[in-house]
T-cell receptor, first 111, second 114 residues
Framework: KNEVEQSPQNLTAQEGEFITINCSYS?????LHWLQQHPGGGIVSLFM???GKKKHGRLIATINIQEKHSSLHITASHPRDSAVYIC?????????????FGTGTSLTVIP | EAQVTQNPRYLITVTGKKLTVTCSQN?????MSWYRQDPGLGLRQIYY???????DKGDVPEGYKVSRKEKRNFPLILESPSPNQTSLYFC?????????????FGPGTRLTVL
């Protein structure tokens, strides 16, 4: 079973384009994280959100708890945005934080 | 510099030869976790720890052991590695385990078991 679905799986864009990556999940969550994994393999956390919208520079993340859906937007995309973006909902239970992970969206931005 | 470190970064070994991958964080985080990443499967949680001497199984714990004797360290032990444990492994930590919190990831350890 797939508790987290991301789309698209692969995305190629021209520099400057507006990009949207979608994430749907089936589990009840406390928060949702967006992660970025660069070609070298390292993973960094971009956002943690539990409602509404957050913005960091050219990146915007939104979440709709009722619809169990989140989106990551990149405005004015740049080749350095090329990476894999991973959606990771989490829930906090008696045994602590449980993370679920999508399989990622591979983004390539062409100059 | 605040960071999560893992060693070794790359390891090639043979079936059955015990190995340990170390993980250390210098941020006084309570929560630490191990994940493996495989093509098409994404990240999967192996074990996690809420605090010293408190560990619990994740989704794929078979074939792995962990210990948390000190807050900063969370080693992953493969007593008898097998080829299906060939993977990219990440250690991560966060300040809290019982509240939604940002995770900080180590650089990854690429393990090949022949």
């Amino acid at each position: 079973k797939n508790e987290v679905e991301q789309s698209p799986q692969n995305l190629t864009a021209q520099e400057g384009e507006f990009i949207t990556i979608n994430c749907s999940y089936s589990v009840g969550i406390s928060a949702l994280h967006w992660l970025q994994q660069h070609p070298g393999g390292g993973i960094v956390s971009l956002f943690m959100l539990s409602s509404g919208k957050k913005k960091h520079g050219r990146l915007i993340a939104t979440i709709n708890i009722q619809e169990k859906h989140s989106s990551l937007h990149i405005t004015a995309s740049h080749p350095r945005d090329s990476a894999v973006y991973i959606c990771a909902p989490s829930s906090v239970g008696n045994t602590g934080n449980q993370f679920y992970f999508g399989t990622g969206t591979s983004l390539t931005v062409i100059p | 510099e605040a960071q999560v470190t893992q060693n070794p970064r790359y390891l090639i070994t043979v079936t059955g030869k015990k190995l340990t991958v170390t993980c250390s964080q210098n941020m006084n985080h309570e929560y630490m976790s191990w994940y493996r990443q495989d093509p098409g499967l994404g990240l999967r949680q192996i074990y996690y720890s809420m605090n010293v001497e408190v560990t619990d199984k994740g989704d794929v714990p078979e074939g792995y052991k962990v210990s948390r004797k000190e807050k900063r360290n969370f080693p992953l032990i493969l007593e008898s590695p097998s080829p299906n444990q060939t993977s990219l492994y990440f250690c991560a930590s966060s300040l809290y385990g019982r509240f939604p919190d940002t995770q900080y990831f180590g650089p990854g350890t690429r393990l090949t078991v022949l």
